[in-house]
């Protein structure tokens, strides 16, 4: 079975911290540049953060700079999203998605699609 299992999500105050994870089974994400994606009620799909093949770079989106953090860590086939200083905008359904290429652009083909886990930022 080749997948991506997000895990996670939940319930924040605004202004609180969460860590998604992706972790993925039969295949390794040593080969793969790792992107998360959102989507909240009523809008488009839009990437959030990425993190190439390497580790070595990095693009996220304006809105979450200096806010969400990605790693990877290949010895346990998982990438971390850790999030801090949410805000009720950052609400919305989080993926993962892996990609063969060595970058990790928003708009490249990806492979490999997690089911998505509910992140919901409200007091």
């Known amino acids: 079975q080749l997948q991506l299992v997000e895990s996670g999500g939940g319930l924040v105050q605004p202004g609180g911290s969460l860590r998604l994870s992706c972790e993925a089974s039969?295949?390794?994400?040593?080969?793969?540049?790792i992107g998360w994606f959102r989507q909240a009620p009523g809008k488009e799909r839009e990437g959030v953060l990425c993190?190439?093949?390497?580790?070595?770079?990095?693009n996220y989106a304006d809105s979450v700079k200096g806010r969400f953090t990605i790693s990877r860590d290949n010895a346990k086939n998982t990438v971390y999203l850790q999030m801090k200083s949410l805000k009720s905008d950052d609400t919305g359904v989080y993926y993962c998605?892996?990609?063969?290429?060595?970058?990790?652009?928003?708009?490249?083909?990806?492979?490999?699609w997690g089911q998505g886990t509910q992140v919901t930022v409200a007091s």
């Open positions: 993190i190439s093949r390497g580790g070595g770079s990095t």
């Open positions: 039969g295949f390794t994400l040593d080969y793969y540049a």
């Open positions: 998605a892996a990609t063969a290429f060595n970058d990790c652009q928003f708009g490249r083909r990806y492979d490999y």
